[in-house]
T-cell receptor, first 112, second 112 residues
């Protein structure tokens, strides 16, 4: 299917476990982003990528790791999940600088 | 870095106009955006304005930009119950490639 898809849509994990959230886009957009959405904080940028093999930190990168070996995929890994990482995670992609960003449906992650 | 502030809640009656306000700090933003998030969904671009414009109209939507005061507003004419959603103001920033920096979002509630 065309577009940007995130998986899983819902995930419950235990404190200390590693968990990976997947993001896949079919437009060959250069830019991809991970945001987390929390009440009272809006959306905060975790990591972004300008192209394959190029990633950089956003506002709240601690505790997260990303990779971009292929243009279409941008997985986000929580190396050792903490309760403070309970959130809704959104992946987005964009063709270029100052262009529209397209968002996935989100992954609701609960860390217990 | 860019900081974007919005009022958190707005309640209007169906048929009235809604005005959602936003202030931002980074005057180098090329574009300023309004995104809409419906319950359980990702964000969708509603409209945007180029930084050297003062106003943009798109059907029921009017965006006003006051560069001097760094103030952005979104006016929705003839507000409908289907307009109930969270509205995010966002600006692009050179500090994060083309990543968007979002406000906390304004929850618009429309009553019939």
């Amino acid at each position: 299917d065309a577009g940007i898809t995130q998986s899983p849509r819902y995930k419950i994990t235990e404190t200390g476990r590693q968990v990976t959230l997947m993001c896949h886009q079919t437009w060959s957009h250069s830019y991809m982003f991970w945001y987390r959405q929390d009440l009272g904080h809006g959306l905060r940028l975790i990591y972004y990528s300008a192209a394959a093999d190029i990633t950089d930190k956003g506002e709240v990168p601690d505790g997260y790791v990303v990779s971009r070996s292929k243009t279409e995929n941008f997985p986000l890994t929580l190396e050792s999940a903490t309760r403070s990482q309970t959130s809704v995670y959104f992946c987005a992609s964009a063709m270029g600088i100052s262009t529209e960003a397209f968002f996935g449906q989100g992954t609701r992650l609960t860390v217990v | 870095g860019e900081d974007v502030e919005q009022s958190l809640f707005l309640s209007v009656r169906e048929g009235d106009s809604s005005v959602i306000n936003c202030t931002y700090t980074d005057s180098s933003s090329t574009y300023l955006y309004w995104y809409k998030q419906e319950p359980g969904a990702g964000l969708q671009l509603l409209t945007y304005i180029f930084s050297n414009m003062d106003m943009k109209q798109d059907q029921r939507l009017t965006v006003l930009l006051n560069k001097k005061d760094k103030h952005l507003s979104l006016r929705i004419a003839d507000t409908q119950t289907g307009d109930s959603a969270i509205y995010f103001c966002a600006g692009d920033t050179n500090q994060a490639g083309t990543a968007l920096i979002f406000g906390k979002g304004t929850t618009l509630s429309v009553s019939s």
